[in-house]
Nanobody, 128 residues
Framework: LMLAAGVWGGLVQAGGSLRLSCVASGFDLDVYAIGWFRQAPGKEREGVSCFGRRDYRPYYANSVKGRFTISRDNAQKMVYLQMNSLTPEDTALYYC?????????????????????WGKGTQVTVSG
């Protein structure tokens, strides 16, 4: 089982876009809630976006609402985070996470970080 996140071109100028990808090898992604978290130097980890298995819509942190979009491709075992209108404040190490226990309340799990499986972080740097 492996959860690994990556980004094509992790350095971007402010106003640019990036898409993070996370491959969930060995997992039946159909039955997992998904989430993205980030941690900037000297700051606490922040839940960016989480989506419970039966949530009507994903949760987004206020800091990214309207700019980031979480999505999934269960057949390909992929989780994505499309990030638009990036600012230097988005610079951080980003982590994907999945959890089979979470059906609802993605916002709660984003705030607590209580998710079962974590990928290694991938660095995103936004220059001003």
């Amino acid at each position: 089982l492996m959860l690994a996140a990556g980004v094509w071109g992790g350095l971007v100028q402010a106003g640019g876009s990036l898409r993070l990808s996370c491959v969930a090898s060995g997992f039946d992604l159909d039955v997992y809630a998904i989430g993205w978290f980030r941690q900037a130097p000297g700051k606490e980890r922040e839940g960016v976006s989480c989506f419970g298995r039966r949530d009507y819509r994903p949760y987004y942190a206020n800091s990214v609402k309207g700019r980031f979009t979480i999505s999934r491709d269960n057949a390909q075992k992929m989780v994505y985070l499309q990030m638009n209108s990036l600012t230097p404040e988005d610079t951080a190490l980003y982590y994907c996470a999945i959890d089979p226990r979470i059906y609802y309340a993605g916002s709660y799990y984003c705030s607590t970080g209580d998710m079962e499986n974590w990928g290694k972080g991938t660095q995103v740097t936004v220059s001003g």
